[in-house]
């Protein structure tokens, strides 16, 4: 990943682009190239507490001067309510993103690189200054800026701070009952510390609010560091969450073995990494995947997002590990969850809170866990299905039984799924604005019985392997009545499409054109004859397909709204009733594939373009969704797990992409 001059030479450029670090353990960091946070989840160092979810955001950020023999510049920028300043984004020469971010400022004949990276067996954030070119010495003062609050909110008040006097060269922060800590190094340990505290007031996060009533927030300076620089020096700093010291000598090792560990787990992942697109999405691919030294690998639904989600992990699973050779952590990420469900009598909760407590009322998590233990199945052989068949079955037993917590039950009648549980977490379009649903659905739900019919035919596999052959058995007749039905109440011969929801109770069918039909022939198991689906897979191609996405409505529908502007209400209604999101092509594409197995060549077509996103928003990421009408802006989380996962899975399952191929 490479940025030059002409891609980030204005503050509008440069801000359009955000990087990411971490560290694997749940700690991460962002800003933007132009080095101004836009976001109140953006910070160097944004601490996760260990056995929770939450983040909090201790170092906002920092602030450098560079002096000269005759002159300061000021290289960091910042947005107010009325000013940018300063705008050291003027003196932003280049970007490179391998092995971490790394920006080249350059004054005249002064080339100064700045680098940050996250340890992988230590703790904190360290940035790396480098002193490539100068005809004469320089003054460097490094100015950290606290915040220490959550990523979600922002505090009203400004709070008390203090920070101590430097105890071996460590400056530790107090604020809101949360200690930070900073520290400066250079070889010849000629690096000091000045005390001159400052609040950095109403700097705005323009990515949130709107510009009628932009979010603002205050950062705290207990002072800065300063050390003299001549051309070859290198200068450290550590902002961490603990008073911890590492000698300079530790922290070019950290560096080195954060850089080996990025090249190791690209030489030897299966794909072809030749393909540049794909190198940049496997590094954001660990940022998604992360592991607690003790607790069980995660996989975060994006970020800032940062949740964990049940639906997130098991769509985005197969292309996160599974095509990424991370299958010791695909496995524990499957047994954490199945854990989970099994301390309630196998229901699958649908997240976990930010103390990890787990939340229910999805209906199709379960089924979306059994279809991610298919996808590890056909990786890594049947033997880990076989060995939590128990815990499996009885998740899929709820479904037959049908608990008010589940909210859904099967048809006796018709052993389809029937949907009764109303409330806003039931499915993946739920939601609502002043308590009117986003998109109103009722009865039998296409895409969850897609995903049930799928999880029906791989339980009875499982229960064949496991060798309870009366599952099995019983499986494989559900399944038949499950398809035989699924055709005949969801086929809409009229639009040749299906009906995305139809109520047994009163009869009413819902015919708009969304994409959920699509799950109905890009799963393993397709519910859906061949014949029938090439007209789906024509209809949702005709009609939802845009250049990042599938829109979720079609754009003829009179609730149809193809871009995420105005007030915050209509930027929500949007979100699923016109908006375009990228898993949902991954699946479009699986199906198309399957139909054109020969056809490699436009399935590239749908993928290439994310080439160019890569280079804006999370640099190497995808975003969760993009507008449904030109200019096709993204949305929502800016790395996305389901976007990035699923064309991770796309590549290399559907398009071939190994070092083999």
Same mark, same amino acid.
């Given at each position: ?8 030479n ?9 990087f990411?670090i ?12 132009a ?36 002159? $300061? ?11 940018i ?6 003196? #932003? ?10 920006v ?14 996250? *340890? ?8 790396k ?6 005809p004469e010495?320089? /003054? ?5 800026l ?13 709070? $008390? ?7 071996d ?10 200690i930070?800590?900073v ?24 990515k ?7 979010l603002?927030?205050?950062l ?8 003299? &620089?001549e ?6 700093v550590?902002?961490s ?7 300079v ?5 950290f ?9 190791d787990?690209v ?5 072809d990494?030749?393909?540049? +697109?794909i ?34 992990t ?24 199945l854990a ?32 991610a ?14 060995n ?9 037993? @709820? ?13 006796e ?5 029937k949907?009764?549980? $109303? ?5 993946w ?7 009117? *649903? ?14 049930w ?17 009366e ?6 007749n559900t399944?038949?009545?499950?398809r035989?039905s ?6 809409n ?10 109520d *047994? ?12 039909a699509?799950?109905?022939i ?17 209809? /949702?191609?005709n ?17 149809? $709204? ?16 016109? &908006?375009?999101?990228?898993? @949902? ?7 198309? &594939? ?7 060549e ?23 969704y993009?507008?449904?009408?030109m ?7 800016? +790395?996305s ?8 899975? #796309?590549? /290399?399952?559907d ?7």
């Amino acid at each position: 990943m490479y940025l030059g001059k002409a891609d980030v030479n204005t503050y509008d450029k440069g801000v359009e682009r955000e990087f990411l670090i971490s560290n694997g353990t749940g700690d991460y960091g962002s800003s933007t190239v132009a080095g101004s946070n836009t976001r109140k989840e953006h910070g160097l160092l944004v601490s996760r507490e260990r056995g929770t979810a939450q983040h909090i955001v201790l170092i906002g950020k920092v602030e450098e001067t560079l002096h000269t023999r005759d002159k $300061k510049y000021q290289l960091s920028t910042n947005r107010y309510k009325d000013i940018i300043y300063p705008d050291g984004y003027r003196y #932003v020469q280049e970007y490179q993103g391998r092995p971490f971010p790394s920006v080249l400022f350059v004054i005249h004949s002064v080339f100064l690189k700045k680098s940050i990276f996250m *340890p992988q067996s230590g703790s904190g954030t360290i940035i790396k200054y480098e002193l490539l070119a100068s005809p004469e010495s320089v /003054c460097l003062d490094v100015r950290p800026l606290a915040a220490h609050r959550d990523n979600k909110s922002v505090p009203a008040d400004k709070a $008390k701070f203090e920070s101590s006097s430097p105890q071996d060269g460590v400056v530790s922060v107090k604020g809101r009952g949360i200690i930070s800590h900073v520290s400066i190094s250079k070889k010849d340990g000629s690096a000091r510390w000045t005390d001159k505290p400052l609040w950095f007031d109403n700097i705005v996060y323009e990515k949130n609010g709107s510009s009628d009533a932009p979010l603002t927030d205050s950062l705290w300076s207990p002072g800065f560091g300063s050390v003299t &620089m001549e051309e070859g020096d290198v200068v450290y700093v550590l902002l961490s969450a603990e008073p911890t010291t590492y000698t300079v000598e530790e922290m070019e090792a950290f560096e080195k073995e954060a850089a080996d560990k990025l090249a190791d787990f690209v030489k030897h992942v299966s794909i072809d990494t030749n393909h540049h +697109l794909i190198r940049d999405m496997l590094q954001a691919s660990g940022h998604l995947v992360e592991s607690q030294r003790g607790d069980a690998p995660t996989i975060f639904s994006g970020f800032p997002s940062a949740a964990r989600r049940a639906r997130e992990t098991f769509i985005s699973l197969p292309g996160l590990t599974l095509a990424t050779e991370r299958t010791e952590a695909a496995r524990g990420i499957l047994d954490d969850w199945l854990a989970a469900a099994a301390k309630s009598n196998g229901l699958m909760p649908y997240a976990q809170d930010s103390e990890g407590k787990p939340i229910f009322g999805d209906i199709d998590a379960g089924l979306w866990f059994l279809y991610a233990v298919d996808k590890y199945s056909a990786k890594c052989g049947i033997d880990y299905a076989v060995n939590r068949y128990k815990d499996m079955k009885a998740l899929l037993d @709820l479904y037959f039984a049908g608990p008010k917590e589940l909210g859904a039950v099967c048809d006796e009648g018709s052993k389809l799924l029937k949907y009764f549980n $109303k409330t806003e977490t039931c499915h993946w379009m739920s939601g609502d604005v002043a308590g009117e *649903p986003l998109v109103y659905r009722s009865g039998y739900l296409a895409e969850v019985n897609s995903l049930w019919y799928n999880a029906l035919c791989f339980m009875r596999e499982a229960a064949a392997a496991a060798g309870d052959s009366e599952a099995s058995s019983s499986y494989e007749n559900t399944a038949r009545e499950c398809r035989e039905s699924f055709e005949r109440v969801f086929w809409n011969g009229g639009k040749k499409y299906l009906f995305d929801w139809v109520d *047994p109770e009163d009869g009413t069918k819902d015919d708009s054109i969304r994409p959920n039909a699509i799950l109905s022939i890009s799963l393993p198991h397709p519910v859906l004859s061949d014949e029938k689906g090439r007209v789906v897979l024509a209809t /949702c191609w005709n009609e939802l397909y845009t250049t990042y996405g599938l829109r979720t409505l079609d754009p003829h529908h009179e609730k149809f $709204k193809g871009r995420a502007e105005g007030r915050p209400d209509q930027r929500e209604k949007a979100r699923l009733r016109g &908006m375009a999101w990228p898993w @949902l092509l991954c699946q479009f594409i699986t199906a198309y &594939m399957r139909y054109n197995p020969d056809s490699r060549e436009i399935g590239w077509s749908f993928v290439r373009p994310f080439s160019s996103h890569l280079r804006r928003g999370c640099l190497g990421g995808v975003a969760e969704y993009f507008d449904g009408m030109m200019p096709y802006l993204p949305n929502g989380d800016v +790395l996305s797990a389901v976007s990035l996962g699923e064309l991770l899975r #796309v590549m /290399c399952d559907d398009m071939n992409v190994s070092k083999q191929s």
